[in-house]
């Protein structure tokens, strides 16, 4: 089988990832008196480790979500808005902000300027910084598309930003850890970027984190309330005799039981990339992106908006001329044994702009794993689909 | 070690729960279009298994969250209340019930009745349908106390609300689902069940479901949404054009990637239960329930509301005089290799009503794995605890 649908969830995992997943059931719970009581925490440990990976200075900025979902609904719902408030988001999101964002113009009456792409998807940072203005209260923006994998200048939008306004910066970067360097020390002027662990970071699905910066914490911890609300309250463990959040950090985001096997998963995912390099693991994407666009690019065919797009990460999607992709897909499973992903991708609006609409395309997500060899195998495949209308 | 700690999580796992987690690596991830196009989506297949053993007719009633407290606060928040509204809960209840509440009186300035219970942690249904009015929207109650094991007539308690009022039904079964036989078509007056995986029902953390019944659901679904609001929105595969959230269930509730593993855990652990067989599971811990009950009672030093309690259950909470929970905790660990928990267990307000306060109590949590030799190693560690004073 050859699995080209890494953009949603990494398949095969590393070798150390399965080892460490395989390893949980060697060892008694954590989060008992012993792990209390006696020496570091495990989760105390990763915490640092994933931290350290981002280039976060203070691990209690990091806290652990069920995904990029999660992590982004506390976000946008967590926002201290009222009515009228603007927020600004963009054409490249997913339904994992557009969704929480529309709610808000429901419940809260917001106004929301959702600034368009190009034909290709490509978005300007000078074009989202003509929407913000004194007044704008956040910014939600995708650092790399799921859709044409276009990747926006998280780091210099947000510096121009915060010369306009006080906007909080909030960044959906599901498709862009793990391959591309994320040092949130130097960064920034970003106010909270949220991922999931599933895809490029090679862990679980159910896990994600969020990271905060200091901006968002008021320094008097203990008194008063960072200012994102947590999407859930309950168990901390910790204060258990208020009937209020203890609003430290990371537990005032993360009550009840946490996603044990998930964030073990997460650590070795990690691991595996500093082993092998993130430098190493974009080139090896970026080559094997370069050698599928460059095929695709030659047949008359296919249509896609990535063929303007300089690839930096795993994601490819297209069409081919007169032939719906579902269709596509479904031959390219039970004929040929190739995963891809087909239809909207959860992201209608780039959809839309890209003229994907309403049936979508097919999405190439390649891994460190992939080769050249399944890549020549899928471009065959899929002429052998243009040829025989099959 | 002797793991007494099976009320917070259970270990060791069953080996069939064992065996199918490290089987997820031996399968490409869920989700594609193989599954969806071809046979019977995996997640469907374990949605029905575990409504089944719920007793649930439809199983799209069921839908999976990260948790019990991710459900309790999906439960709460999702609530359409406003201003004066009446809610009812108990003193047996966990803060993540409690705090969700306490969040809906700061920011919804509901009114919240929290019905005591006797000395002994122990609450009768009268007690509870005395504060019910025809003005009261919701009651939120415990079904198994997480400190005393004290059981609630759930479906006795139900039936009677119904007499009074409209209000709509929550119960935590967190403590009890996999202990006891839990028939939600025949319990047809509780409105939302939510309970975690991890405990009783053997699977990993980071995992549970809520089931709603029919009567939070509105009949036309694709028009009108369910009575709960859901606390995630987001991607949901289908429907992706569409910026506002589909309303069919299970996806209204479930956006975004869900926790593959946990899932798959979870089915696992219900198939041990029921290969076992649920009555011989409760039987087993009950008779080791009364070995242990039996011996603390022989014991002067023992203070324990759990003597008046008919534990069915796996759970029996005490201190001893003139010791420190957490010091025993830490000498049990430390020095006898017995895992325990202590302190308010998330639950203040049961822990101040028995005398547990502030210090809390130690809690074991016994599994059907246990034995009656650990136990008695228990007792004697306790024993020389308290006659060295070490």
Redesign the interface.
């Known amino acids: ?1 050859i ?1 080209f ?1 890494n953009a ?2 990494s ?3 590393p070798p150390n990832v ?1 080892l460490a ?2 390893d ?2 060697n060892h ?2 954590v ?4 792990n209390q ?2 020496g570091e925490d495990l989760i105390l440990n990763i915490r640092k480790r994933i931290a350290k990976f981002l280039g976060i200075k203070n691990c209690n900025n990091l806290f652990f979500t ?5 992590g ?2 506390l976000l946008i719902a967590g926002l201290n808005v009222e009515e009228g408030d603007h927020l600004v988001t963009t054409e490249n999101e ?7 964002l ?2 808000l113009i ?1 419940t809260k009456k917001i106004k929301l300027d959702i600034v368009a792409t190009n034909e290709y998807g490509i978005i300007n940072v000078s074009d989202i910084i003509k929407y913000v203005n004194s007044e704008t209260k956040a910014v939600i923006v995708n650092h790399v598309s799921n859709v044409t994998g276009f990747t926006l200048d998280i780091e210099q939008l947000a510096l121009q930003i915060k010369q306009k306004s006080k906007a909080i910066i909030i960044v959906d970067g599901s498709q862009s850890v793990g391959y591309l360097p994320i040092d949130l020390s130097r960064m920034n002027a970003i106010d909270a970027f949220a991922f ?1 662990g ?1 895809k490029s970071l090679w862990a ?4 994600g984190a969020v990271y905060i910066s200091e901006s968002l914490i008021n320094s008097d911890q203990n008194k008063i309330a960072p200012l994102i609300a947590p ?7 910790v204060k ?6 203890p609003t430290e950090l990371p537990i005032y985001y993360e ?8 964030i073990i998963s997460l650590a070795a995912g990690v691991d595996f990339i500093t082993s092998i390099g993130l430098e190493k693991i974009n080139q090896r994407v970026s080559v094997l992106s370069d050698y599928l666009v460059d095929k695709l690019q030659a047949m008359p065919e296919i249509i896609s908006p990535s063929f303007e797009i300089e690839i930096k990460n795993s994601i490819i999607s297209f069409n081919i001329l007169n032939h719906d992709p579902s269709e596509v ?2 031959i390219l ?2 004929s040929f044994d190739i ?10 609006l780039i ?1 839309k702009r890209l003229g994907f ?2 049936k ?1 395309s097919i999405r190439v997500g390649l891994s460190y794993f992939n080769t050249e060899g399944e890549i020549d195998f899928f471009i065959d495949s899929i002429k052998k689909i243009i040829s025989s209308k099959c």
């Not at 989060?31 to 012993?34: D, I, K, M, S, T």
């Not at 679980?204 to 896990?207: D, F, K, R, T, V």
């Not at 258990?240 to 959040?245: A, G, N, R, V």
């Open positions: 089988m699995y649908n949603a969830t398949y095969p995992k399965k997943v395989n949980y059931f008694y719970p989060g008992q008196n012993r009581l006696g069920s995904g990029a979902t999660e982004l609904n997913h339904n994992s902000v557009l969704r929480p529309y709610r429901e999931s599933h679980l699905e159910g896990i999407l859930k309250v309950g168990g901390t463990g258990s005799e208020s009937l209020k959040q009550s009840g039981t946490q996603n044990i096997i998930g897909a479904f499973s039970n995963i891809v992903r087909e239809g909207l991708h959860c992201a209608p959809s609409f309403p979508g």
